[in-house]
């Protein structure tokens, strides 16, 4: 069950994923056991640290890409997804 | 994460942490609690642990030595990652990347080492008031996990001269 499920999608927030967007994307990772990872221009970051997560360019419009692996990465992929487009 | 933190000192040749250690007031003003800031992230403390500044001065300084991991791009916030691996976060006033970056200039660049004390970010506090509510700075530990105490001061402090927070590492 350690497969690794991802997901692209496009930022929408108007700033970027700032400080309190990302605060609350790293609180919503963090609920899952699956170690999760941003991509995002050819970097990756832990999504379960807001400090390692902002050193990605998440700026309005950039395509990012959400990695999960381990037990719960297909709820993680799914639910963080749907978080991270929703996020202003 | 306190042991993953231990193995990247030993990784790189830091020697273990004896004691506390010292973080600096990034702005002189007067320390209020991080309960106090109007913006959950900080004041329930999902960004991190730490105190927050009201502040007087007119320059963002490096609350510690270390390496600039992040200044964001409207040069209100920027975070600093210390050689014991102490991750941290100085955010100037709440709302404040509505602004565009108006009345911040960014005096250092991503990626460069700093001295505790040294101007990382200029403000024209006067113009940046009338714009926004709240100017409280919070300045947070983000990687609380590896940290195993934290001691407060109170009081007014002065920009890169006087401790707002101790800490010892796990």
């Given amino acids: 069950m350690t497969a690794v499920h991802r997901q692209s999608l496009i930022i929408k927030a108007r700033h970027g994923i700032h400080t309190r967007p990302g605060a609350l994307f790293v609180k919503a990772a963090k609920g899952f056991e699956a170690d999760i990872r941003l991509a995002c221009d050819g970097k990756e970051a832990n999504g379960k640290s807001l400090f390692k997560l902002q050193t990605l360019p998440l700026s309005c419009g950039a395509q990012v890409e959400i990695i999960a692996s381990g037990q719960d990465a297909h709820q993680a992929v799914e639910a963080l997804a749907a978080l991270l487009s929703e996020l202003e | ?170």
């Fill in chain 2, 1 to 170: 994460m306190g042991f993953l933190s231990r193995i990247r000192r030993m990784v790189s040749g830091q020697p273990p942490v004896e004691g506390g250690v010292d973080i600096l007031a990034p702005v002189s003003g007067q320390l209020v609690s991080l309960e106090n800031v109007p913006d959950k992230v900080f004041a329930e403390k999902i960004v991190g642990d730490g105190i927050a500044i009201e502040p007087s001065g007119k320059q963002l300084c490096a609350p510690i030595s270390g390496t600039l991991a992040k200044i964001f791009e409207n040069n209100h916030a920027f975070s600093i990652e210390s050689p014991h691996g102490i991750e941290l976060f100085v955010h100037f006033g709440v709302g404040t990347v509505e602004l565009g970056g108006k009345g911040f200039t960014r005096l250092k660049e991503e990626g460069s080492q700093v001295e505790a004390g040294e101007p990382v970010i200029e403000l024209d506090l006067k113009s940046i008031k009338q714009e926004i509510p709240c100017v409280l700075t919070p300045v947070v530990v983000a990687n609380m996990e590896d940290i195993a105490s934290m001691t407060q001061k109170t009081g007014s402090v002065t920009a890169g001269k006087d401790t707002i927070f101790t800490v010892t590492m796990q």
